[in-house]
């Protein structure tokens, strides 16, 4: 679902209106058509030709292409606007512009623009819009509505107080009917809520109903016969509620009947008495086009008697005036019949390009214009108009209004056989054709009339006979003609024969939808009488007794029994496999293949606290000064498990089977030992670990992340750049409960930017930049930039020369220097500590604790002088070609040590008071009031480039990127400045060279680089970045609710924390100790809303924290973890595979369907901070959704069922996504993919 704010559609408005001039020179008075369904595009393109002066020709997409392009030859339009959903449409014969490209345009609307749009000069009498009507001539009649008329109806609506601004109005009629102006227009006049179906979502009851309630509409407006339908669905369904909201619910656009009335009262919660102000009010309006809409209103009281009083067409609106005259022009009395002519403000201009007709039309009635109507009414002597139906051939079938003679033209330019034709309306519900010939078949004419007409126009039967009745005028005889006889192709004949019990199903459906006694299970429905209302009643029958999810468009695609049959049968077989697979008295085998092990996962995890523990005790009993080789023994287990277990390229295999779990028992080892490969990464250590591992590596290579999920399928050639955080995922999640595993090949010379994700199969070519936060799968050519999800080929006067990127055997000695030197600090701060923790009568766990808090804060110390002294500062503008002893000790070492005291650096919490000091000796500009979730980030860039000022505020997942990449592979170095009160949201990346303005806000997953201009108050979201039509709100002076904690708080809380920790193992051993953790965690969450002491609420932080580092690492993937969101306050479904612990927040506003799959870096976020103010909204996942690395759902959010997020995609805040969908990109745009 999307959504727009008044602001955001006006700025849409205005780009398009920009587009519109300055592109298409679009002049005031011109006619533009617009061939657009039912969507936002449909209102942005609307007001924007307005805006412009021009004339708004709306044309279905719904009409055959002949029809429409006969229609634009007839307005002489050289424009037509469009969007993606009909943008094929039309070819190369017309001008076409899709609006939907401008809704990713970040283009800045200047007051030079908007003095241009202020400057176009619109008059009162000047053509606001044009709507095509049956003509009588075979030709359809273009009614044009100046602006004055349309102004003055809504003129007449507000005076009657039908709408108001807090009403959500729900748009059903179709942009070929004029009552959907009235739906648009009023509605903004007013500014109410406009609630917009999906293209075909009023032909689907259940989807529609939906909206009904979701979204609290109340006012409602549909013909009567849709109405009819509409209740019947609610009768079957038994929902007697859902129109109880409405607060105004209107008819027009045919007779509404008293039976009608009835079943609509006993729905809609009608008011008990006139002076009642609660309540829904009833209205029976009439209108044509040529007099703007809706001329005449009949509020229908509560004391209404259907069975017993006549329904009224009612009074003339504010503004118009109404005149019954009879034959020979005269007024007519009271309760005598007549034609009705219609005057006021409301009266067309004329038909255009047909002043003959317009002549015949209107009417001067004591020097005032009317519109003659054709439509016989009565005038009671209270002044109701009642309706007693034409005075020609024209009708009204489902609202649409239909000259039979534009149908008879039709069929006779059909074929020179036909003679002479006649059409009628038979019951109020079928159009019948009767033509005159002995040599053309049913077919034929339906076919023709098919291309030629709109549907709702061709009628359901042809009569072929010799020859038609005449009378003694020698006209068609119409009383002569024989009656249809829907049943006559109906024969129970052996093609009438429903074979299986579906077709008997179904023939027993098309029976109570259609009213047809026993219908042909081979012939279309329409053919048989059939309507498109009572297939919406069919599909209400079918989704209740056969298979609910039954879409519109397949009831439309297969018309007839057996080709419904045939259709819907696959859904049935795969509906009751499922619920074999499910059911229990199963074999194990089958359910072992769709469902989670907990044996083996139980296994495997003890197996993995073994592997990580059992080498520990081992070191500590035989030689505590042993401990530098535990990282040895950590990682060459994995490459042993890795020789046994490591499944190869698999095309697709079940979820929970064998290969899986071996799959997953290889990603926990690996991912238990990413912080020893922290220390080797960028260094050939790292690619031979990786060969060890039976990837196939160049050693030439500079590999920066550990973010690998099967390393053992990697193929990296030389001289490759991959960037840290960047997710190599083999791994991927298919929509049947499958999954497969993918090689990725990096070819020689390509350089892939931070937190990039390859996935799903890659195979890259020589010489390919991709920049930072980009996805990339498949093939990928030779000399491409991959920006985001775009490739772009290299500019031809651009080429890429890569420097030499092979380090020389000097610089692998540095590496290993200085990786023996860190490793030999560590050494010495454990012995340090082992000599505190040998001092004796001090109680074992306090003892510990005060060690591990000591720990941590001299290994803070020491990494700050290793950078200050060690690492130093950097130059603005600085190049370090990567086989260089500067890049190695500026940016490599660096790197290294904040990831080697990352444990360390745990001890202060976010927000921590020092954070800013820190930085500042470290030779940062940092302002005051400045608040830093994470200060590693900051760390691993050279900090004396870095400007905070005033106010800054950075989230969770905030990347601060050392370098950027030159083309010819170098590393650039530059400053970095935050502008005052600048937020940085979760998962956004600052690369070199950013400057942001003040109050300027970064999205979640934007990427901010030297090319970022920003203006004070942006919003910029995406990658690249890209301002928004939208700016920052002005800052609240507020308490915000981000505290800042003083340093001697986290060590006391650190303290306190790590002595309850040890004394519940102390106590409760390995096992039971881990369970009473469990429990303690679980519910010093669910509790701490009552807590309010900030240490209290400091100690509970980190041993949660301490939870998730030591414990949640083992149960990654497992339905062990989904047990613990659950133990939270989670209400998560079946079957759910989640990686770690930081995949979900706000456990208790957290709901997840069954089926659901989440990938590496995969956030979902119930809160938000807004100018530092915490919100909190509940997150909804459906069924069956795949969540792919680094997606971000925001708060707030519904995401339907079976929908996929790709790599890099956001879901805004309270987004809904429908079901079966695809989406990526940042905002999330739906994919075809």
Not at 493 to 511: M, P, R, W
Not at 573 to 583: C, D, E, G, P, R
Not at 1161 to 1171: D, L, N, Y
Request: aromatic share 10%; charged share 15%; hydrophobic share 40%.
């Amino acid at each position: 679902e999307q959504s727009l704010t008044y602001c955001e559609l006006l700025y849409y408005v205005q780009v398009l209106s920009l587009t519109l001039l300055n592109e298409y020179h679009v002049v005031p008075g011109e006619i533009v058509c617009q061939c657009i369904e039912r969507s936002l595009s449909m209102i942005i393109g609307l007001l924007s030709i307005e805006i412009i002066g021009g004339v708004y020709c709306p044309l279905s997409p719904e009409n055959p292409k002949q029809r429409l392009q006969n229609l634009i030859e007839q307005t002489q339009a050289r424009l037509i606007l469009v969007h993606s959903l009909t943008n094929q449409i039309f070819k190369n014969n017309f001008i076409t512009y899709d609006i939907d490209t401008i809704i990713n345009c970040d283009d800045k609307i200047t007051n030079d623009d908007l003095y241009q749009l202020s400057y176009i000069l619109i008059t009162p009498d000047n053509i606001a819009y044009i709507v095509f009507t049956s003509g009588s001539t075979g030709i359809p009649k273009a009614v044009q509505v100046r602006h004055r008329n349309l102004t003055a109806y809504m003129q007449s609506l507000a005076k009657i107080t039908v709408f108001k601004k807090s009403d959500n109005v729900i748009q059903i009629a179709s942009c070929s009917f004029d009552n959907h102006f009235q739906d648009i227009f009023v509605t903004l006049m007013i500014g109410a809520g406009l609630v917009i179906l999906h293209p075909h979502g009023n032909k689907d009851l259940t989807y529609f109903i939906h909206q009904l309630m979701d979204k609290d509409v109340t006012i409602l407006e549909a013909v009567p016969s849709y109405l009819d339908i509409l209740c019947q669905h609610l009768e079957i369904q038994d929902a007697n509620e859902c129109l109880k909201k409405l607060r105004t619910l209107s008819s027009g656009g045919d007779v509404l009947t008293n039976q009608i009335m009835s079943r609509l009262k006993k729905y809609a919660s009608v008011p008990s008495s006139s002076s009642s102000s609660d309540g829904c009010r009833l209205w029976n309006t009439y209108g044509q086009a040529e007099a703007t809409i809706t001329s005449t209103y009949f509020q229908i009281g509560f004391d209404f008697d259907c069975d017993k009083q006549v329904m009224s067409i009612g009074k003339p609106l504010p503004n118009y005036h109404c005149s019954i005259i009879d034959e020979y022009f005269q007024f007519v009395a009271v309760n005598q019949e007549g034609e009705l002519f219609v005057g006021g403000a409301c009266v067309f201009a004329g038909y255009f390009g047909r002043n003959d007709l317009t002549a015949k039309i209107l009417m001067e009635i004591n020097n005032n214009i009317f519109y003659r109507s054709g439509d016989l009414v009565r005038c009671d002597n209270q002044g109701f108009l009642f309706f007693k139906g034409r005075k020609d051939h024209q009708v009204k079938l489902r609202g649409q209004r239909i000259e039979l003679a534009e149908i008879e033209k039709c069929l006779m330019n059909a074929s020179l056989l036909v003679s002479a034709c006649s059409v009628m309306k038979w019951k109020e519900q079928h159009l019948v054709a009767y033509v005159q010939s002995s040599h053309i078949d049913e077919e034929q004419l339906r076919q023709h009339c098919q291309s030629h007409l709109p549907s709702y126009m061709v009628p359901a039967i042809f009569i072929i006979l010799d020859k038609l009745p005449l009378n003694s005028n020698g006209k068609i005889d119409r009383k002569l003609l024989p009656p249809p006889d829907f049943s006559s192709s109906t024969d129970n004949i052996d093609g009438n024969v429903a074979h299986t019990t579906l077709e008997k199903q179904l023939q027993h459906i098309f029976s109570q939808a259609f009213h047809i006694e026993s219908p042909h299970v081979d012939i279309p429905f329409g053919q048989l009488g059939g309507t498109s209302l009572g297939a919406i009643f069919a599909l209400t029958l079918i989704r209740q007794q056969i298979y609910n999810k039954v879409d519109i468009g397949l009831l439309f695609a297969n018309p007839s029994i057996r080709q419904l049959a045939i259709a819907i049968e696959p859904f049935l077989i795969s509906n009751q496999s499922q619920k074999i697979v499910l059911a229990p008295n199963q074999s194990h085998e089958i359910l072992l293949r769709f469902s989670p092990s907990f044996v083996i996962e139980s296994v495997g995890i003890l197996f993995l606290v073994c592997q990580w523990l059992c080498p520990i005790i081992l070191i500590h009993r035989w030689c505590s000064f042993l401990f530098p080789i535990l990282p040895a023994f950590h990682l060459l287990f994995y490459v042993i498990c890795s020789r046994l277990l490591s499944p190869r390229y698999i095309k697709t295999d079940n979820l929970f089977s064998w290969n899986y779990y071996r799959w997953w028992c290889l990603d926990r080892l690996w991912n238990n030992n990413t912080f020893w490969l922290q220390h080797i990464l960028g260094t050939s250590l790292y690619n031979y670990y990786l060969r060890l591992c039976r990837a196939r590596i160049s050693l030439n290579t500079h590999i920066y992340t550990t973010a690998i999920d099967a390393p053992w399928l990697l193929e990296i050639d030389d001289e490759c750049w991959i960037g840290s955080g960047t997710y190599l995922n083999c791994l991927y999640f298919n929509d049947d409960n499958t999954f497969k595993l993918s090689p990725i090949r990096i070819g020689p010379n390509c350089s892939i930017g931070t937190r990039s994700v390859l996935f799903d199969g890659v195979d890259m070519q020589n010489n390919i930049i991709v920049q930072p936060m980009s996805s990339v799968t498949g093939f990928v050519a030779s000399g491409t930039i991959v920006d985001g999800d775009e490739h772009k080929s290299l500019p031809l006067d651009i080429s890429i020369v890569q420097s030499n990127r092979s380090l020389s055997i000097w610089h692998k000695i540095y590496q290993i220097i200085v990786i023996s030197s860190i490793i030999c600090i560590h050494y010495t701060l454990l012995i340090l500590v082992y000599k505190v923790y040998s001092v004796g009568q001090i109680p074992l766990p306090i003892n510990i604790a005060f060690c591990w808090t000591l720990w941590s804060i001299i290994g803070c110390f020491i990494s700050l002088l290793l950078l200050k002294f060690v690492v130093g500062s950097c130059a603005a503008g600085e190049i370090y070609p990567i086989a260089s002893k500067l890049y190695l000790q500026k940016i490599w070492l660096r790197q290294l040590i904040v990831s080697s005291f990352y444990h360390a650096w745990l001890l202060p919490t976010s927000y921590d008071y020092l954070y800013p000091y820190v930085l500042r000796w470290l030779g940062a500009h940092v302002e005051e009031n400045v608040k830093l979730a994470e200060i590693d980030t900051f760390l691993s860039c050279p900090t004396n480039l870095l400007k905070i000022e005033t106010g800054v505020t950075t989230f969770g997942g905030v990347l601060i990127v050392s370098t950027e990449l030159t083309l010819s592979g170098d590393h650039r170095v530059d400053q970095i400045i935050l502008g005052s009160h600048t937020n940085l949201a979760n998962g956004c990346s600052i690369l070199p060279g950013s400057c942001l303005e003040s109050e300027t806000i970064i999205g979640n997953l934007t990427r901010v680089s030297r090319e970022t201009k920003s203006k004070c108050g942006e919003v910029f979201m995406g990658v690249p970045a890209r301002a928004m039509p939208f700016q920052m709100p002005p800052r609240l002076e507020v308490q915000d609710q981000i505290g800042i904690i003083p340093f001697w708080h986290t060590c006391l809380s650190h303290y306190v924390s790590k002595c309850l920790l040890l004394s519940i193992y102390s106590f409760g051993g390995l096992v039971g100790g881990s369970v009473i953790r469990t429990i303690l965690v679980c519910s010093l969450y669910r509790c701490r809303s009552y807590i309010r002491h900030q240490i209290v609420q400091q100690i509970i932080g980190i041993m949660s924290q301490d939870y998730e580092q030591f414990i949640c690492p083992f149960l990654g993937n497992t339905q062990w973890l989904i047990r613990l969101f659950q133990a939270y306050g989670a209400h998560i479904g079946e079957n759910v595979i989640m990686p770690d612990i930081s995949s979900i927040t706000d456990y208790h506003l957290m709901t997840i369907g069954d089926n659901v799959r989440l990938n590496m870096g995969t956030q979902i976020q119930c809160h938000s901070f807004e100018q530092r103010i915490l919100k909190l909204a509940p997150v909804s996942i459906g069924n069956s959704c795949i969540l792919m690395s680094y997606s971000i759902v925001m708060a707030g959010c519904k995401i339907m069922s079976n929908n996929r997020l790709y790599p890099m995609t956001l879901i805004m805040k309270n987004d809904q996504l429908p079901p079966d969908t695809h989406w990526k990109g940042v905002p999330a745009r739906k994919s075809g993919r």
